[in-house]
């Protein structure tokens, strides 16, 4: 028998608690709810797969539960809620990831229910979560990779003027022979510590290239393929080559590869990578700045390195629907991505209101789950079909 999930709800505001709750339990979740973080081991008792967290709670603050939760080894994933905006929750989202607290996503009251449904629906909680529960050692990993156990879904990107699909970024996952589907957060940071972070780029990078040169003449798809670049990626010397060659092994054209950055991945001295990321520019391949707005470096990066296009951060699309500081910041990079020639992408588009206010605000690409969710490459078809079809209510 299959037993629904739980998730926990822990806000002094019971109203908006009662709320939640009827959301969380018609997406197909058990749910327990708590108005005061002293509860907190009550509500951990259940195991619950989500925890939807008010970072202003009176007696306790939600700082504090942060900090018991990485205490516990809280092994679901959190989502952050206030009404003290953008800036708020973009603290308390770091300070998590800090004690290795995995963060689902961040909430701006007034709360939306297409927006908590949004993150309750994330194919991740659905499966299970393997910090704890899996032991996945170095050597599981490289005989993962070796033996062929990844698999890549595709997220499309479409054109905010007229709705048109222009790329797609692809996403890896595991399915690991006895843990099952298995998302980045499970083996990411393995990888990177373990120096398998390249050997897995470069196995993502001919699985898309390979892939998506078969199916691209079925969809009648000429847009663009987004890959994730790690920071080892801004290290090797010989990664502008060994891409160029995967390219030309399938008879993939350059211009249409664009390569992801994120700001916290450039590495602290960017000799190396600023001549690796121009040498890729130099080879006809995009690039693009990844978060853009969460980094410490955001307008150092721009200025020394040759993005084509600029990613903005999802905390900050989702909330400015609400925070007007989110809105100066998502404005902000928008004029300053236009003046610099740049493409802007919006990612975490999760509702119409947010499409037509990014439109008008003059944002060229959006990227979210109001368009699509990452998907398998045979599903992509059918998502256009559908797609077309909306897309035209939408200009």
């Not at 539960?65 to 770091?94: D, N």
């Not at 048109?164 to 298995?182: F, S």
């Not at 079909?385 to 909306?390: A, K, N, P, S």
Request: net charge negative.
């Amino acid at each position: 028998m299959i037993t629904r999930p739980y998730v926990a709800l822990l806000d002094d505001d019971v109203a908006l608690c009662v709320f939640m709750s009827e959301v969380a339990q018609a997406a197909g979740y058990h749910t327990l709810m708590a108005h005061d973080g002293r509860e907190l081991a009550t509500l951990l008792a259940a195991q619950p797969v989500l925890l939807v967290l008010d970072i202003a709670m009176a007696h306790m603050d939600g700082i504090e539960v942060i900090r018991q939760l990485a205490a516990a080894r809280f092994t679901g994933r959190l989502v952050i809620v206030s009404g003290h905006g953008a800036a708020m929750l973009q603290s308390a989202k770091l300070l998590a990831e800090l004690q290795d607290v995995r963060v689902a996503g961040i909430l701006t009251k007034p709360i939306r229910a297409e927006s908590l449904l949004a993150l309750l629906q994330a194919p991740e909680l659905r499966v299970a979560t393997p910090r704890v529960q899996h032991e996945i050692s170095q050597a599981d990993l490289a005989r993962g990779i070796e033996n062929n156990e990844l698999l890549l879904h595709y997220q499309p990107q479409v054109r905010l003027t007229d709705g048109a699909w222009v790329g797609v970024e692809a996403l890896v996952r595991w399915q690991h022979p006895q843990h099952g589907l298995l998302y980045p957060d499970a083996f990411i940071a393995l990888a990177e510590s373990s120096g398998l972070a390249l050997p897995l780029t470069r196995k993502v990078i001919a699985m898309a290239l390979q892939q998506c040169s078969r199916g691209c003449g079925t969809l009648k798809f000429t847009g663009t393929l987004s890959i994730n670049l790690p920071p080892i990626a801004m290290s090797d010397l010989t990664f502008p080559e060994a891409v160029e060659a995967a390219v030309n092994q399938v008879g993939c054209k350059a211009e249409k590869i664009m390569f992801e950055v994120t700001e916290t991945s450039v590495p602290a001295d960017p000799a190396k990578a600023i001549e690796i990321l121009t040498r890729l520019r130099l080879k006809g391949f995009a690039l693009s700045i990844d978060d853009f707005g969460t980094g410490h470096s955001s307008l150092e990066n721009l200025q020394h390195l040759p993005f084509n296009e600029l990613k903005i951060d999802l905390i900050f699309v989702r909330a400015a629907e609400t925070d007007v500081a989110s809105r100066l910041i998502v404005e902000s990079s928008i004029a300053l991505g236009c003046q610099l020639g740049m493409k802007v992408l919006a990612e975490g588009v999760e509702n119409q209101a947010l499409w037509h206010w990014l439109r008008n605000a003059g944002c060229d690409l959006a990227q979210g789950y109001f368009i699509a969710r990452p998907m398998p490459l045979e599903q992509l078809a059918a998502w256009q079909g559908e797609w077309e079809t909306r897309r035209l209510a939408l200009i």
